[in-house]
Nanobody, 120 residues
Framework: QVQMAESGGGSVQPGGSLRLSCATNGHRGRVGWFRQAPGKEREGVAAIDRAGYSLMATSVKDRFTISQDRAKNKVYLQMNSLKPEDSALYSC?????????????????WGPGTQVTVSS
């Protein structure tokens, strides 16, 4: 497996925006963004395949966008209209499944994560 690395987190006010970046270290399969808040289970947010097809969680599909730059080995998560409930540690992982999923068990190579805090 390969090791991912996340960046771009921070503290913002409700309604603000952040763009997270995942360095994929050349992973050729699917890449997913997940998040975990204290006391809660990790949940899938978005995933993207090599062709650029994406899968978004229904809770964020109208506010977040996943994209990639294959030449730079980067996958991005653009987060708009952030809410306090979006506060979490955001991590990216690698999947070798042939189809996009948001199942944690389908991913590995997790990065250490980047913290997102949304508060006034």
């Amino acid at each position: 497996q390969v090791q991912m690395a996340e960046s771009g987190g921070g503290s913002v006010q409700p309604g603000g925006s952040l763009r997270l970046s995942c360095a994929t270290n050349g992973h050729r399969g699917r890449v997913g963004w997940f998040r975990q808040a204290p006391g809660k289970e990790r949940e899938g947010v978005a995933a993207i395949d090599r062709a650029g097809y994406s899968l978004m969680a229904t809770s964020v599909k109208d506010r977040f966008t996943i994209s990639q730059d294959r030449a730079k080995n980067k996958v991005y998560l653009q987060m708009n209209s952030l809410k306090p409930e979006d506060s979490a540690l955001y991590s990216c992982g690698a999947s070798n499944k042939m189809r996009l999923t948001l199942r944690e068990a389908d991913f590995d190579g997790w990065g250490p994560g980047t913290q997102v805090t949304v508060s006034s």
